[in-house]
């Protein structure tokens, strides 16, 4: 079965750092990219990341330049995503998937396989 599960989660006061994990089995984690969404109540989902696991290319969206970081482990099939400098608009429910698809300038796209998230939350 395919899975992925996202984890690392909980309350962090604002400019604290937290790390997620994206722990994946069940598909061949170097023929995906994987990347990092998050959904804020009454909000939409946001792409926030993604990365390549074969060599390690990296996109991420202006909301989290510069403050988040996204890293694999392929020898674990894991993704990291490092967040520092955390606001309390990053609040909410974080999730990883993964997708067939890369372009560096945009992203990832066409996600096949999706995680259950895990909630971040930011207090002031």
């Known amino acids: 079965d395919v899975q992925l599960q996202a984890s690392g989660g909980g309350l962090v006061l604002a400019g604290g750092s937290l790390r997620l994990s994206c722990a994946t089995s069940g598909f061949p984690f170097s023929e995906y990219f994987i990347g990092w969404f998050r959904q804020a109540p009454g909000k939409e989902r946001e792409g926030l990341s993604c990365?390549?696991?074969?060599?390690?290319?990296?996109y991420y969206a202006d909301s989290v330049k510069g403050r988040f970081t996204t890293f694999s482990d392929n020898a674990k099939n894991t993704v990291y995503l490092q967040m520092n400098s955390l606001k309390p608009e990053d609040t909410a429910v974080y999730y990883c998937a993964a997708a067939t698809v890369w372009n560096r300038d945009s992203g990832c796209t066409h996600y096949n396989y999706w995680g259950q998230g895990t909630q971040v939350t930011v207090s002031s």
């Open positions: 990365i390549t696991t074969n060599d390690g290319s990296t």
